[in-house]
């Protein structure tokens, strides 16, 4: 994996790493109020919670044709991925 493929990959975890970080230096520079901090926590646990709940799912593997079938079948959207070494 490149590095750009990895900023592709992790582009929002290291979009909020930035902006966090740069306006927690900003809070500490400018010896913020208790309400900015309260801010910048909400900020944080709310990029942290984006984060945690858009993370896609394990891709599946399937052992059968059947088990294919059913599962393009059942009316989600499904990629199939086939793979040879050969």
């Known amino acids: 994996m ?10 929002f975890l290291v979009t909020a790493v ?3 970080s740069g306006s927690f230096l900003a809070l500490i520079a400018r ?3 208790r309400r ?6 909400v900020g944080a ?16 593997t399937f052992d059968t044709a059947d088990d294919v079938q059913r ?4 009316g989600t959207p499904t990629l199939v ?6």
Do not use: C, H, K, M
Not at 36 to 41: D, E, G, P, Q, T
Not at 45 to 57: D, I, K, L, Q
């Open 71 to 74: 599962a393009v079948s059942a």
């Open 81 to 86: 991925e086939f793979y040879s070494d050969y």
């Open 18 to 20: 930035v902006v966090l």
């Open 2 to 11: 490149t590095i750009a493929q990895w900023f592709n990959q992790n582009s």
């Open 36 to 41: 900015a901090w309260l801010a910048w926590i």
């Open 45 to 60: 646990a709310a990029a942290a919670g984006v984060f945690f709940t858009t993370r896609t799912a394990a891709p599946q």
């Open 31 to 33: 010896r913020a109020r």
